[in-house]
């Protein structure tokens, strides 16, 4: 069975940053072409990242460009996304899934940037 679990979220200050992660079970994380999408208050989600299956290749939306950085290991099985220079509007709860969101959605984990 498919599933994704995120974790690492918490609360930072503007300017900070953290580190999240997505542990894969049921297939190989390079398999697939793995997204982070986000969903603020009163928004719809929307994916923000994408590390490609063949050949590891990144995406980002304007957005986070430039602060943020999506990886991947293999031996861990693991999707991570590194955010740096957290601003308030990054406060969302965070998901990953495919990159065409077509797989269930887990609970996700909760950022929140405040001071």
């Known amino acids: 069975q498919l599933q994704l679990v995120e974790s690492g979220g918490g609360l930072v200050q503007p300017g900070g940053s953290l580190r999240l992660s997505c542990a894969a079970s049921?297939?190989?994380?390079?398999?697939?072409?793995i997204g982070w999408f986000r969903q603020a208050p009163g928004k719809e989600r929307e994916g923000i990242s994408c590390?490609?299956?063949?050949?590891?290749?990144?995406h980002y939306e304007d957005s986070v460009k430039g602060r943020f950085t999506i990886s991947r290991d293999i031996a861990k099985n693991a999707v991570y996304l590194q955010m740096n220079s957290l601003k308030p509007e990054d406060t969302a709860v965070y998901y990953c899934?495919?990159?065409?969101?077509?797989?269930?959605w887990g609970q996700g984990t909760q950022v929140t940037v405040s001071s």
């Open positions: 590390i490609s299956s063949t050949d590891g290749i990144t």
């Open positions: 049921g297939f190989a994380v390079d398999y697939y072409s």
């Open positions: 899934n495919n990159e065409f969101s077509s797989w269930d």
